[in-house]
Nanobody
Framework: QVQLVESGGGLVQAGGSLRLSCAAS????????MGWFRQAPGKEREFVAA????????YYADSVKGRFAISRDNAKNTVYLRMNSLEPDDTAVYSC????????????????????WGQGTQVTVTS
């Protein structure tokens, strides 16, 4: 019922910036907390960032704090991930996900609460 489509991935040099977008359709966007996850080659999927339904609370993995910023525009049914100061270790497939959490001002940092997932977009950072 909920479709998520990521865009904005690509190849970037270390130290550069990139903005990912995730467009949602199918249900009321504001009914879902949104999260970004990533999976690097040979690694487990890991949490990157999340934002509450109302946009008032954000969460970040320690590895990206100060470099990445998550935001949402409920009028456009879109969530964003701005990535600055990119490093080779940031290379991964980035996926957005939707969490039908009942509390409007919280978000999950574990993937267990997220029930809808996009296909992912590749981000490659060169040295």
């Amino acid at each position: 019922q909920v479709q998520l489509v990521e865009s904005g991935g690509g190849l970037v040099q270390a130290g550069g910036s990139l903005r990912l977008s995730c467009a949602a359709s199918g249900r009321t966007f504001s009914s879902y907390a949104m999260g970004w996850f990533r999976q690097a080659p040979g690694k487990e999927r890991e949490f990157v960032a999340a934002i509450s339904r109302d946009g008032g609370r954000t969460y970040y993995a320690d590895s990206v704090k100060g470099r990445f910023a998550i935001s949402r525009d409920n009028a456009k049914n879109t969530v964003y991930l701005r990535m600055n100061s990119l490093e080779p270790d940031d290379t991964a497939v980035y996926s957005c996900a939707a969490d039908p959490i009942s509390c409007p001002w919280l978000a999950d940092t574990s993937p267990t609460g997220y029930v809808y997932w996009g296909q992912g977009t590749q981000v490659t950072v060169t040295s």
